[in-house]
Nanobody
Framework: VQLQASGGGLVQAGESLRLSCAAS????????MGWYRQAPGKERELVAD???????????SSKGRFTISRDNAGDNAKNTVTLQMHDLKPEDTAVYYC??????????????????WGPGTLVTVSS
C-alpha cells in the first residue's frame, strides 16, 4: 500500500492551494483519509480527515477555510482525498502529510485498520 501526495508549494497569504493524496495497492477498503501538518518546532496536528461514509473532522486552525473531500470512495483502486485550502495564512506554513486507515492484504493474510503515512509535501505561505 502506498500513499501518493501531490500539490503543495509556495503561495502568498490569502491565496488558495489544493493538496491531493491517492491510496493504491492491495486494498480492501480505505476507512478514512486525511491530512496532518507539522510546522518547525511544533507537533504534528490534524488538518482534516474524512471517513468512507463521508463524515469529516477538521482541526481548529482549518475550520472555515479548508475543505476535505473524497473521490471515488466506492472504487478501492482509486481512493483519493483532496484538501482545498483557501485564505492561506503564514501560520499555515508546514509540511503536510497524508494519512489513511486501510484494510489491506498481501499473499499471506489480510490486515485491518492499518495506519499509513504518505511523504510530506511542503506548503509555504509568504506574507
Amino acid at each position: 500500500v502506498q500513499l501518493q501526495a501531490s500539490g503543495g508549494g509556495l503561495v502568498q497569504a490569502g491565496e488558495s492551494l489544493r493538496l491531493s493524496c491517492a491510496a493504491s495497492g492491495k486494498i480492501f477498503s480505505v476507512n478514512s483519509m486525511g491530512w496532518y501538518r507539522q510546522a518547525p518546532g511544533k507537533e504534528r496536528e490534524l488538518v482534516a480527515d474524512i471517513t468512507s461514509g463521508g463524515s469529516t473532522n477538521y482541526g481548529d486552525s482549518s475550520k472555515g477555510r479548508f475543505t476535505i473531500s473524497r473521490d471515488n470512495a466506492g472504487d478501492n483502486a482509486k481512493n483519493t482525498v483532496t484538501l482545498q485550502m483557501h485564505d492561506l495564512k503564514p501560520e499555515d506554513t508546514a509540511v503536510y502529510y497524508c494519512n489513511a486507515e486501510i484494510d489491506w492484504y498481501d499473499s499471506l493474510r489480510s490486515y485491518t485498520g492499518s495506519n499509513f503515512w504518505g511523504p510530506g509535501t511542503l506548503v509555504t505561505v509568504s506574507s
